[in-house]
């Protein structure tokens, strides 16, 4: 998202400096952004005084919201995040809330927090179903846009050139591939159980569709929750025939190599909503492992159907998967033609997210 936004930003709003801030228990050295022209890591944002003191001038003040402002996550750390905006804004600042998403039950201290912004503040809510939850509780400026991650570039590196031999060489065999993605948040909501389900059944979708090769991509590398881990079981579990044929990134890689995978793949399984969006970013097809009723407004802005995105309990049952994979499949080419004809209307809704504002009369 980061590496997103100063691209955008470069495109709309070239006369700013782009400044990272973060908060304290990130290290200095942290990778925010692929290619950011300015880096500057402020160690703690609870004190507004120390943050503003090493912005220059009133420029702008963007906080990337993505998916926590609605409090699921943390209440305070999104709490903190509205009041900064806020703070922004009485200094002068060109300050907004951008490219953000809030399920069906905001937390009220957030919502309370929002309301205190009286429209002072812009919201770019990143999906028209959040915008319309926006609507509900919050009394402000709402504007629609689409996720800052839209913006990212696809980088080559010796990874991603070594998928790329490994998709062309699955064609000279007439073979389409898939990038699939699970990960272990699941187990918050649904218990640690359906990581071993979800394990269990895209390992039987590998080995039972011969004809199709398959890339195995994380999109988070946190120790806590890497994404490598459950792939790696779902390789583990494949046999030898089904092995040769499937790809497993087992590398720590950039968002943007991310993107440059997906973007020679035939289609996305992905419970990762910014693994989608690369997808889509590069007009290829997705379907969403759904959670939190947020991949439903991303398959929105492309007018796809919502069957092309389930939750995970509902996928784990016998022969769920492998009737949606084959129903999925059978459409990419008509999901393909939709994805590419809304993707130049969702790019600029996303550089929306940092249009300078218009002129004082």
Known sequence: MTAGSINSLASCRPELNPVVLAPRNYPDTAPFADGAPVKRVISNWKLPSGIFSALPGNGGFFILGADILDGHYSCPDAVMRIRLAKYAKELGFDSRIVGFSLNSSPHQAVIREFNSLKGKAPLYLRDAISHERARAFIDGDLRLSADVAFGLEPESSPETRAVVEFIAQAKTYCRPTFAINIHELFAKEHGP?????????????????????????????????????PLAQIFLGLPQEAQERTYIVRKVIRASEIKEICSHVDGAFTGRMHLAIAALGTGVPVFGIAYQGKFEGLLDHFDLPKDCAMGPAEIVKEG?????????????DFYRKRVESNLPSVMDLSRSNYYAPPRKP
């Not at 359906?194 to 004809?211: A, G, R, Y």
């Not at 769920?320 to 990419?332: G, K, N, P």
């Open 193 to 229: 159980g359906i990581t071993i389900s979800l394990v269990e059944q895209f390992s039987k979708l590998i080995s039972k569709n011969k004809d199709c090769s398959f890339v195995l991509i994380p999109h988070d590398f946190r120790h806590y929750i890497d994404d490598r881990r």
């Open 320 to 332: 769920v998967l492998d009737r949606a994979f084959s129903t999925w499949r059978s459409q990419l």
